[in-house]
């Protein structure tokens, strides 16, 4: 028994819920196919008692996610800003140190050195075309080389280097070596400059939603209904035979007129497609990786950095954790410390038993914020690596030779099969804002081709 | 109905016949689960009429690769030498010449250029240990940058830049800014060299088998049976319960003690597993994209080129075909000029239509061979792009920071689970004989751990 709708959409993550609103807004009839038993994708709220939440996915709005913010505003959801108050936390070369403002107390000749590479690279940046990245002038020579390659030449010291992998790590969860140059370029151009992309107030990190980021993807999901998004649903093929396109799933055979695929490239690659896909599109999929992290939440009665003067942030050169925010709720209780595990951490600790990499990010806590990190009340982890429905966390990274060679297939159509998901939005691309619009952009495509 | 063996085999390549064969001469119960209608995998024999072949996939057998002209032995399955006899062609800049041995007739300083590049990479090379790459005392620097960042650096001219690209789409059907360094000193190093990779006497393209290399794996098939070897059984779920290992296929649910999986990483990860695979051993298979490459082959009444004194083989800077050779039958009837298109002309083309692609190829054709190219008998190609389970040919592309970050991963087992297929070969890695030795030693592997 095939169940039929006029658009199919594979994935009920934001990008996929959002299609599924526009098109149902403009009278198509939509079927949302879910893998998972849960919507939301890449974000997810945890319990951790008391009725509170930490989110152990995507959790960040910024000025200019202007999508993100309209859609949590028209559901309720209000958000409030990251706790950004006080010191923030380095420990390098096995020292540890605190600093306020945006300028770490570090060797100025090193200061110097990331600044003058860093203000290159945003100027790059500017020079990269959203909508095609591939056509930059110097795309060829960028996309040639490594962020590494790139950065051991435009550096003098091992000190400017680290802190460009510590960005790295931070925005992508991946180690300069894994990315193109100008996958860099456009990422960093595509949420406006680096700096906003790893800055807290008045960048990506500035703000957070009352009740967890993975309320937008509930609540949205709740107007649609379950008519329309259905759970446990994982696509494992998708055929099309004259104008019908057909996706065979976990609960059953679903039929529409067109199907918008919002999973990630690399998931996209997985399904078995009937006749193939072009050469291109099939060849992208399989040089679209996803980053590496694993998200630990560290719950303790009450945020006693506060106390010290520190704002929770931190940052270091060493084992476990390297990135570290305050992401106590709104009201202070309890408090909870966000570990990062990122690129070759989390490659490393994902090997571990979760016992020993819960010791390795107690101790980088400890490093930062005392002896009174090492014993949470609770403790939460999420490595997404091995989560079968996203690959692994934030996105997609793309290496050398993918953006000149396959961009082009990251949007185009085959036949009656869209693509949309963050991967593929010029704007905020890897971020909710993009997943949005993303969806956004399929679905008024989809209408429109539908007449 | 769930059948049962000691051993399931995932993929009836080379590798996977080859692990059967020796379970069950180790006196195991096996069953080989394909995907195709066909077995082979990345080897496939093309009828041209009269009872005459060509090859498809892989192809030649050249000295080192001892297990595979020791199968071939054993099936009673002959070689013959790939002709080899003339003048080689040149295209380059747009001019045509012809020469003899092994040294190009083109710009001396070119020359000197590109031998001091080798020479290096070859010297650089023999520092690659083959079971670990990894371990290399300059691993992390290799691979932390392309091909193409390394040939930049080490060469002075365009001309040896653009040998190198030629190499590097010769020997992998990739382009140089596709490759990690690290991965390109570990593949020659485990063929021998990278001369031995290019050469056709002396070198990887030395002999071909008569009746075509796919005899080799029908006849192995042959030998086990329809009993052991199942057609038509794509795997798409492998699950671990106990002491059992399950697979999911197309044609029905098998279940044996232990589970080899010969599929190319990329093709591997595509199966759902559970439970997931460790982190590693995930992200690796995220990773791990096939090259590009359409092989092609025109057929003529005979092979004109030689009594014009030229061997057949041509290479060239220009569009369509940049890697030649005479892939006549043994006895010279009909003429064959096998025609590579590989790397960026391969995605160029590949989102060509069928005729564009030949028109395209027999352009180049005309261009090395003069006019009587133009009108081959008969034209096949094979686009590997769009294989389903392939995914690409030759195999596998390590681009930065794979090797360093994964490489265990692609050997050691997950509990059960155990991976062969020629990517996990440090002997021949790509190649047939590689994807023999992978076999056996997953057979041996497997064996042992039984009792």
């Known amino acids: 028994m095939t169940q039929s709708a006029d658009v199919l959409v594979v994935g009920g993550g934001l990008a996929g819920l959002t299609a599924a609103r526009d098109l149902l807004a403009a009278g198509r009839s939509v079927l949302v196919l879910e893998a998972r038993d849960r919507v939301g994708g890449r974000i997810v709220n945890q319990q951790i008692g ?32 990251t706790y950004d108050t006080g010191q923030k936390v380095l420990h390098f070369n096995g020292r540890r140190g605190s600093y306020g403002g945006t300028i770490p107390r570090i060797n100025p000749l090193v200061l110097a050195d990331i600044g003058r590479a860093q203000a290159r690279l945003e100027a790059l940046a500017k020079k990269v075309p959203l909508d095609a990245p591939w056509t930059a002038d110097r795309a060829e020579e960028w996309d040639a080389q490594t962020f590494q390659a790139w950065a051991r030449k435009h550096t003098a010291s091992a000190g400017a280097r680290m802190l460009l992998a510590l960005g790295a790590e931070a925005v992508f969860a991946a180690e300069p070596a894994d990315l193109s140059m100008l996958h860099v370029l456009f990422y960093s151009h595509s949420g406006g400059s680096f700096q906003r992309l790893i800055d807290t107030t008045g960048g990506a990190q500035q703000d957070r939603f009352v009740g967890g980021s993975a309320l937008i993807a509930e609540q949205l999901a709740g107007r649609l209904g379950t008519d329309v998004v259905r759970l446990g649903a994982a696509v494992s ?3 099309v035979t004259g104008d019908k396109v057909t996706a065979d799933t976990a609960a059953g055979q679903f039929d529409g007129k067109r199907i918008i695929v919002t999973a990630p490239p690399l998931l996209a690659g997985r399904i078995s497609y009937s006749p193939a896909l072009p050469a291109d599109r099939e060849q992208l999929t399989q040089r679209a ?28 050169d060493g084992e476990g954790s390297r990135v570290v925010f305050d992401n106590s709720p709104p009201d202070g209780s309890p408090g909870v410390l966000l570990a990062f595990v990122e690129g070759d951490e989390a490659r490393r600790l994902g090997r571990q038993d979760p016992r020993t990499r819960r010791l390795a990010v107690l101790d980088s806590l400890v490093r930062y914020f005392g002896p009174k990190a090492a014993s949470p009340d609770g403790y939460y982890e999420l490595d997404w690596q091995t989560e079968r429905w996203s690959g692994g966390c934030y996105g997609t990274l793309f290496g050398p030779n993918v953006w000149t060679r396959y961009g082009p297939a990251l949007t185009r159509p085959a036949g009656p099969i869209h693509w949309a998901g963050t991967e593929t939005s010029p704007v905020w691309c890897g971020y909710m804002d993009g997943a949005i619009r993303s969806g956004e952009r399929a679905a008024a495509t989809v209408h429109a081709e539908l007449g």
């Not at 509170?52 to 958000?79: C, H, S």
């Not at 990786?289 to 270091?316: D, H, N």
């Open 50 to 81: 008391d009725g509170k939440i930490v989110e152990m996915g995507g959790q960040w709005a910024g000025p200019g996610q202007d999508r993100l913010l309209a859609l949590a505003g028209d559901l309720g959801i209000a958000t409030f800003p």
């Open 237 to 239: 093929a998708i055929s």
């Open 289 to 316: 990786p996803m980053g590496s992290v694993i998200k630990c939440q560290a719950v303790y009665s009450e945020p006693f950095w506060r106390a010290e003067g520190l704002c929770g942030q931190a940052t270091g």
